[in-house]
Structure formats: C-alpha cells, structure tokens
C-alpha cells in the first residue's frame, strides 16, 4: 500500500505561486502514476494534473493549462505541484493521488483511476 502526504498549502495571495509537495512512503514512487485533484467548497472533486511513472509525461486540466507545472523527484518520492498565477478560483483542497495497481500508461484523469489518496492540503486564495 501508499501512503500519500501532501503539505505547503494555506493562506496565498492572488497571483502567488505556492509549490505544495506530496511525499510517498510504502513503496517506491517510481512504480505507480501520479495525480492532483481539488475539491472547491459545494463542488465535486476535479482532475488537475497527472504525471507519469518516470516524470516524462505530465498533462493538464484546461482550467490550469500553462499555469500550473506538477513535477516529481523519484529520488525522494515527492510529487510538487507548482501554482504560478493563482486565480480566487483556483481556491480549494488539493489532494495528491497514486495508482498502485500497476496499470498500464494512460492519461487518469478520473477518479477512479487512482486507488490511493492523500488527506488533502487546503489552499485558499486572498484577492
């Protein structure tokens, strides 16, 4: 199993540019894809960007496209989403997620293509 923590967020001003990381433990890192959703307050939770077991595919939701970058270091088995050009609506909790069932390569953006999950980190956005 994995367990995923994701920590760095909180309190940032519009157009800030928080890079909250998510580490791994359980296994290592390098053998499963990896995710980040949000949840905003009265709404379902939604795909922001995945990335592949290596690092060398990463891929985007629209509504982040060219402003957020996620990026992984297997060597630490942490995967970073870094946030440039934060938007009031970009505020909500992040989760960081892993799929650990050794599925083949494919674009998860569902879901219900991950099996594991992280508590959640809040990020909320001040204008």
């Known amino acids: 199993q994995v367990q995923l923590v994701e920590s760095g967020g909180g309190l940032v001003q519009a157009g800030g540019s928080p890079r909250p990381p998510c580490a791994a433990s359980?296994?290592?890192?390098?053998?499963?894809?990896m995710g980040w959703f949000r949840q905003a307050p009265g709404k379902e939770r939604e795909f922001v960007a995945g990335i592949s077991r290596s690092g060398g595919v990463p891929y985007y939701a629209d509504s982040v496209n060219r402003r957020f970058t996620v990026s992984r270091d297997n060597a630490k088995n942490t995967v970073y989403l870094q946030m440039n050009s934060l938007k009031p609506e970009d505020a909500a909790v992040y989760y960081c997620?892993?799929?650990?069932?050794?599925?083949?390569?494919?674009?998860?953006?569902?879901?219900?293509?991950?099996?594991?999950w992280g508590q959640g980190t809040q990020v909320t956005v001040s204008s």
């Open positions: 997620a892993a799929d650990a069932r050794g599925s083949s390569w494919s674009m998860r953006r569902q879901s219900y293509d991950y099996d594991c």
């Open positions: 359980g296994r290592t890192s390098s053998s499963y894809a």
